[in-house]
């Protein structure tokens, strides 16, 4: 933290849940990302496991979810000496103001959040109020660290924006306490559908493997899943509305080779279908393979990372502490 006052950098704050298995998608339109903020920005990343709750979750699964998902976050790039890695449940402060800002929400709001109808649609069975209060949840992560910059897929936008309302609300009924928070989303990345429902997105916990790259896949499970993907009628490889199976896959392409989807029409103007799928396959295999590596060689000792993942706690809190403090003085309680 010590480097927000000397060196005057903005605050990125971003995190993942541990439910399910990380996909292309999630490395694609977010954690590609952030391992290269910590030059230009400072930076805090969270393995999410209070929200991974508001489904349900095995507690083997979500032990060893949150163990997976936080040595992949360093294998994908995140250094725990240059940024603040660390686990939800470990800093109390979430949980805390979350229920500060719960009392600043509206339930209306909240009621109009896009996930929350569509996870309740899915498992109609278990709408908690865990996952109604999953944005709000969501908000105390972000507003806790006076967070300048949100990078995550589209999907989460709406959440950055009920954030922002939020931190508004509380700003204007007392005095200014949050910075105000700007989603940062990837151009090309920003969202990867199935390769097999390419109107549907790229989920963690889809149960259909087969439209689901996953980070940890083997070389041979990637092509055989490229090899399958949906295609169209049409034999071009251009991007159109009307052909979303493509375009994801040169979306895929694009984001996994740092080109433009415009640039990767023209490399595939002459290829059909099949080599076509297999160029973007190679292209996967390639992105995600030193990933896997190292995080192979991560888990080669979990002591070390449980280390890893104290010593991201204690410096998180020490940052989360000074606003929660500063929020349950503005509100009128008596501090000790
Ligand atoms: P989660 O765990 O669902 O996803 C983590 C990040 O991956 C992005 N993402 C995708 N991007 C492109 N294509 C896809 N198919 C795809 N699927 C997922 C998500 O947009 C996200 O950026 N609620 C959050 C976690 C969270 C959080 C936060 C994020 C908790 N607190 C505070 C930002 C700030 C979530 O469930 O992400």
Redesign the pocket.
Same mark, same amino acid.
């Given at each position: 933290m010590e480097n927000t006052t000397t060196e005057n950098k903005k605050r990125v704050?971003?995190?993942?849940?541990p439910?399910g298995n990380p996909?292309l998608?999630?490395y694609?339109?977010?954690?590609k990302y952030w391992g290269g903020m910590a030059d230009e920005y400072d930076c805090l990343y969270?393995v *999410?496991d209070l929200?991974a709750i508001t489904v349900s979750i095995e507690p083997k699964e979500l032990r060893e979810n949150t163990k997976r998902l936080f040595a992949l976050l360093i294998a994908v790039g995140i250094d725990p000496e240059k940024n603040i890695l660390f686990v939800?449940s470990h800093v109390r402060s979430h949980a805390e103001m979350c229920w500060l800002l719960n009392n600043y929400t509206m339930f209306g709001e909240a009621r109009r959040m896009t996930q929350f109808k569509e996870k309740s649609e899915k498992a109609p069975e278990n709408v908690n109020v865990g996952l109604f209060d999953?944005p709000v949840?969501?908000a105390a992560?972000?507003l806790l660290y006076q967070t300048d910059i949100?990078?995550?897929?589209?999907?989460?936008v709406q959440?950055?924006e009920l954030c922002r309302n939020i931190a508004e609300r509380f700003n204007n009924r007392y005095s200014p306490t949050f910075a105000m928070p700007k989603a940062q989303v990837t151009t090309t990345? *920003?969202?990867?559908?199935s390769l097999l429902d390419p109107t549907a997105?790229?989920?963690?916990s889809d149960s259909n493997d087969g439209g689901s790259v996953y980070i940890l896949d083997t070389p041979d499970d990637i092509m055989r899943k490229f090899k399958r993907a949906v295609t169209d009628c049409d034999t071009k490889v251009k991007a159109a509305k009307d052909k979303p199976g493509i375009t994801n896959l040169l979306n895929i392409y694009a984001a996994a080779t740092g080109v433009t989807v415009a640039q990767a029409e023209k490399e595939f103007e002459n290829s059909d279908y099949a080599s076509f799928k297999m160029r973007v396959g190679e292209a996967a295999v390639e992105v995600l393979r030193p990933v896997r590596e190292k995080y192979e060689a991560l888990r080669r000792d979990d002591n070390a990372l449980l280390e890893i993942m104290k010593s991201g706690a204690e410096k998180a809190e020490r940052a989360a502490r000074k606003t929660l403090e500063k929020a349950y003085k503005k509100i009128g309680f008596v501090r000790l």
């Open positions: 704050f971003s995190a993942i849940k439910t996909t998608g999630n694609l339109g977010a954690m969270s *999410a929200h939800q999953y949840l969501m992560d972000i949100v990078p995550v897929g589209d999907d989460q959440h950055v990345g *920003a969202r990867i559908y997105k790229m989920g963690k």
